[in-house]
């Protein structure tokens, strides 16, 4: 077998890949089939999406450059080479999402009389409503700092909005600073609705920074102001636990929530009206460079007006209305147990709804028979009815188990929140093994049933989370197959308890058996094709990046097997090269939904093996987790997987990206009279009522 050999040009950096799919996401907002406030949201996911790359992967990078890391990727650049083309593509892409909200998005939301009323353009009326504001609600808990050597620079909270007040005179004290610092309250709203007869409009809208800026010489009585600038800083976020020296992983995380914060500074944003000495202040007192500096052409903290949409009462500027259906078996039959008895039953999120999830918790926390429940969890909503469930369990007698992995990135003060609600019910709450999160999905119920206990299971790619089940694509498998159950049962011993990892019969499991795996299942394929057979792969998934995977999957395109990757994020691998991946396509889908599931498809000479995981292609996946990936066994189940999570895809030619050998990516044009979103196809299929438009 002849291995390919993999020169850095072969790979696409994890960074720059990341920011590429951001671009993806930012060219949702110029779709003009997309409804216009839903364009707003998606410059507001952008801005969401561009805080946590700052906060965690741009944060990195500055901390190896620190450290004079002169290490390099698998794509050869060192963290100082990575940083400088970031910094220049992450400054190209802000400036465009500034020019599409104020030339294309605003504009076409105040000709709908949805209006951001601009302070040089208040009216007598208006501007008197505004006053009123500011004394009623706003100046009343406003604490103006003014810098002198007994008031410091203060600081700053992550992502906090601030005003840096430029000032002249002297106050009261004698005292005569030029420069104070003003913190807009976290809890107030960012923008606020003015009524319609005195906006003159059915929504008009006033930004809280343009209320600050018209009245912020009230906070400093008898001085001149003579400029206030917005800023906020972005900080690195990352929390960091020793590994070896924890004793209490709960504890120590709960130490570290408080100074994330307050973590180093990784960017700057200011008002385009900032002079450059202010901003030179305010980058020192940070310490950043002049590269860390985004000047914005409006709000410097453009995530808040994702509330906006949910404010506006206009159907016809949202995606339409869609109803998930539940599976007709479930329908039939109340009695989940009895209905997974009959047969596996698939659930295909956010098309199918996350009810049966739910209910299967639900009736085994009420049902006298249920003996034990166990399950794990990633992320939850606060309000999650499955962790009420849960406790319902424990104070019935049950014996419950939850696995709360405390280490989820930005979740982690709510998974100390539920896993002490948990404990105080009486459950047996473990936060799985020190230096591997558990990522895996899995819910396990022990039901007593004519002198026997049976197992019940669902296995899933998607979080235990009902408010993203409804906008991310996941799939779920119910099953009571005893197999299948058994090894769900291991790794639940595994994460509980001290002992060897056993052999499993159908489960391929991370940290363990994954990796080795799945690269056996792409040499098969390989080995295939040059016996002349037909080889096929087809994998769907979050981003792929691992190293030993790509050279896998580039020795199987040159043995002449077809490999389509559908990678919603960053894909380090380079399709379409002659010699190395010819045989490889690569593709995007980015629509209403965010695409979440990871199904992978081996040919296998017929056979058509298909698999469901938690685990996307990642390094950390595969050896730095606790996951699984399960086969599906029911010929039915691994056909509808097939139809409806990889044949769509394929066929999508309206929000699909095609990755080009040079790792850009180009969006699929439809072709004349036929035009398929995927996303749309299933809602069609699968929805109980489908009104969307795509």
């Not at 799919?21 to 364009?39: G, T």
């Not at 985004?294 to 506006?312: A, K």
Request: with cysteine; net charge neutral.
């Amino acid at each position: 077998m002849r291995s390919v050999k993999l020169d850095p040009e072969y790979f696409v950096n994890r960074e720059l890949g990341i920011l590429a799919f951001n671009r993806r996401v930012l060219a949702q907002a110029e779709d003009e089939r997309v409804p216009l406030l839903e364009r707003l949201k998606f410059l507001c996911i952008f801005s969401s999406n561009m805080d946590e790359f700052f906060e965690v992967r741009v944060a990195g990078l500055k901390e190896q450059i620190r450290f004079k890391d002169t290490s390099a990727g698998p794509d050869g650049l060192l963290p100082k080479q990575v940083f400088n083309r970031v910094s220049a593509e992450a400054h190209a892409l802000v400036d465009h999402q500034y020019k599409i909200l104020n030339e294309v998005v605003l504009p076409r939301l105040a000709e709908q009389d949805i209006k951001f009323l601009r302070r040089g353009h208040w009216n007598a009326t208006q501007s008197e409503w505004i006053r009123q504001y500011f004394f009623r609600d706003l100046m009343p808990i406003l604490t103006p700092i003014g810098l002198d050597p007994a008031h410091p620079f203060p600081r700053v909270l992550n992502k906090s909005l601030n005003f840096a007040v430029e000032l002249e005179g002297k106050d009261a004290f004698g005292r005569n600073s030029g420069i104070a610092i003003v913190q807009a309250p976290r809890a107030l709203p960012r923008v606020i609705r003015m009524p319609s007869e005195i906006a003159g409009c059915e929504y008009g809208f006033v930004f809280l920074s343009s209320i600050l800026h018209a009245h912020v010489s009230e906070l400093f009585s008898g001085m001149q102001v003579k400029g206030c600038y917005q800023f906020r800083v972005t900080r690195d976020s990352d929390l960091t636990v020793d590994d070896e020296d924890v004793k209490d992983l709960r504890v120590a995380l709960q130490g570290e929530l408080t100074h994330r914060q307050y973590g180093d500074g990784v960017r700057l944003e200011v008002a385009d009206n900032c002079p450059e000495p202010m901003s030179a202040f305010l980058l020192g007192q940070f310490g950043l460079g002049h590269e860390d500096l985004y000047q914005v052409n409006g709000l410097v903290n453009l995530v808040r007006l994702m509330q906006i949409p949910d404010s506006v009462d206009r159907p016809d500027l949202k995606f339409r209305r869609y109803t998930p259906s539940t599976p007709r078996e479930l329908n039939k039959d109340p009695d989940i147990f009895k209905v997974i008895r009959k047969g596996d039953i698939l659930l295909h999120h956010p098309y199918q709804s996350f009810n049966p999830v739910i209910e299967f918790i639900k009736q085994a926390a009420e049902d006298p028979q249920v003996l034990a429940i166990k399950q794990t969890f990633y992320r939850t909503s606060a309000d999650s009815t499955l962790m009420m469930s849960l406790i319902d369990a424990a104070r019935r007698g049950k014996e419950v188990t939850v696995v709360v992995e405390l280490m989820a990135r930005f979740d982690e003060e709510a998974n100390i929140n539920w896993a002490a609600k948990l404990e105080n019910a009486g459950a047996h709450v473990v936060y799985g093994v020190v230096g591997h999160k558990t990522h895996a999905k899995m819910a396990m119920v022990v039901r007593r049933e004519d002198d026997r206990l049976r197992r019940y299971v669902h296995l899933a790619t998607g979080n235990y989370h009902q408010r993203t089940a409804r906008l991310y694509t996941d799939f779920g498998l119910l099953t009571c197959q005893e197999e299948i159950c058994e090894d769900v049962n291991d790794v639940f011993a595994q994460l509980t308890g001290l002992g060897k990892a056993t052999k499993m019969r159908h489960l391929w499991q991370s940290p363990f058996t994954l990796h080795s795996r799945l690269i056996k299942a792409i040499n098969n394929e390989a080995e295939l094709a040059r016996g002349g057979k037909k080889a096929r792969i087809i994998a769907k998934m979050n981003a792929l990046l691992d190293a030993d995977i790509i050279r896998a999957l580039y020795d199987a395109s040159n043995a002449g097997v077809k490999i389509e990757l559908i990678v919603r994020g960053v894909c380090a691998l380079r399709p379409g090269i002659p010699g190395i991946s010819e045989n490889i396509t690569v593709r995007s889908i980015v629509g209403r939904f965010l695409e979440h599931t990871r199904i992978f498809y081996f040919h296998n000479s017929g056979e058509e093996n298909v698999y469901l995981a938690s685990a996307d292609w990642m390094y950390r996946n595969f050896f730095r987790r606790i996951e699984v990936c399960f086969p599906l066994l029911d010929s039915k189940i691994r056909k509808r997987v097939i139809k409806e999570g990889l044949e769509p895809y394929l066929k999508d030619n309206l929000n699909a990206w095609e990755m080009l050998p040079d790792s850009s990516y180009r969006r699929r044009a439809a072709r004349r009279g036929y035009e398929f979103s995927a996303q749309q196809y299933l809602m069609t299929e699968l929805g109980q009522d489908v009104l969307a438009d795509l």
